[in-house]
């Protein structure tokens, strides 16, 4: 559920934009900060951390892909969604996002109602207004720990500092281990059924989740021509 102790960060140089996705987002009840540009954000993080990121990819000096790879080496926004904004809606657009961290993207012109559905579904996943969505309970598989309730995982007892979209896919497959998801059951879980995306963004996904799990990246089985499952070794 919406409210005013959610903080929503717009990074958008366009002033009608910025000023229309304020507007919306207030009118839903978040708290909306705006920033015309990559250094203005990276001010406004120094001091804050918001509950979400909205992130436009053409920006004047810092571009927008340069700041979520920013983003994602900080600690302490390793973990906030990141919804990008983008003018091209190629697969290779969409793909080099995602690679870049981010966890949805919004293709312009776009609907205001899009918009926040969006928003709406990636604060959900994030844990915020759908408490205990994601399962409360700890999972232990081999070297892999995942404590959705703190949203914390640890790989040989070293924290790894994931995405929410690789750490919804993480906790899925590690619930149920053994078990094939395919990728349109992995797309469905981390993109919901408002837009059609490519394959390869869980392809992608998994491969950013297997570079951060470290050695630990080899509970994750890809099943070829299907999808994806996490290890049973019992």
Same mark, same amino acid.
């Given at each position: 559920?919406?409210?005013?102790?959610?903080?929503?960060?717009?990074?958008?140089?366009?002033?009608?934009?910025?000023?229309?996705?304020?507007? +919306?987002?207030?009118?839903?009840?978040?708290?909306?900060?705006?920033?015309?540009?990559?250094?203005?954000?990276?001010? *406004?993080? !120094?001091?804050?951390? $918001?509950?979400?990121?909205?992130?436009?990819?053409?920006?004047?000096?810092?571009?927008?892909?340069?700041?979520? %790879?920013? *983003?994602?080496? +900080?600690?302490?926004?390793? &973990?906030?969604?990141?919804?990008?904004?983008? @003018?091209?809606?190629?697969?290779?657009? /969409?793909?080099?996002?995602?690679? @870049?961290?981010?966890?949805?993207?919004?293709?312009? $012109?776009?609907?205001?109602?899009?918009?926040?559905?969006?928003? %709406?579904?990636?604060?959900?996943?994030?844990?915020?207004?759908?408490?205990? @969505?994601?399962?409360?309970?700890?999972?232990?598989?081999?070297?892999?720990?995942? +404590?959705?309730?703190?949203?914390?995982?640890?790989? @040989?007892?070293?924290?790894?500092?994931?995405?929410?979209?690789?750490?919804?896919?993480?906790?899925?497959? &590690?619930?149920? $281990?053994?078990? /094939?998801?395919?990728?349109?059951?992995?797309?469905?879980?981390?993109?919901?059924?408002?837009?059609?995306?490519?394959?390869?963004?869980?392809?992608?996904?998994?491969?950013?989740? !297997? %570079?951060?799990?470290?050695?630990?990246?080899?509970?994750?089985?890809?099943?070829?021509?299907?999808?994806?499952?996490?290890?049973?070794?019992?």
């Amino acid at each position: 559920m919406a409210g005013e102790d959610v903080t929503i960060l717009v990074v958008e140089d366009d002033s009608d934009i910025r000023e229309l996705l304020l507007f +919306n987002l207030g009118k839903e009840g978040y708290l909306a900060r705006g920033a015309a540009s990559g250094e203005a954000a990276v001010a *406004f993080l !120094r001091e804050n951390t $918001p509950d979400l990121i909205v992130l436009d990819l053409m920006l004047p000096g810092m571009d927008g892909m340069a700041l979520c %790879r920013r *983003f994602r080496k +900080n600690p302490d926004l390793a &973990a906030v969604p990141i919804l990008m904004l983008t @003018a091209k809606g190629e697969e290779s657009d /969409v793909v080099s996002g995602l690679e @870049a961290g981010a966890d949805d993207y919004v293709v312009k $012109p776009f609907s205001p109602r899009v918009f926040l559905a969006r928003v %709406r579904t990636l604060l959900r996943r994030g844990g915020l207004g759908e408490a205990g @969505a994601a399962g409360s309970g700890i999972v232990e598989r081999g070297d892999i720990v995942v +404590n959705p309730e703190r949203r914390e995982v640890l790989a @040989a007892g070293e924290r790894v500092d994931l995405t929410a979209t690789e750490f919804r896919i993480l906790h899925c497959l &590690a619930r149920r $281990p053994g078990i /094939v998801f395919t990728r349109a059951q992995l797309l469905d879980l981390v993109h919901g059924d408002l837009h059609a995306v490519t394959d390869r963004a869980i392809d992608v996904q998994i491969v950013g989740l !297997r %570079r951060k799990l470290g050695a630990a990246a080899e509970a994750i089985e890809t099943v070829r021509g299907v999808g994806y499952r996490f290890a049973d070794r019992q």
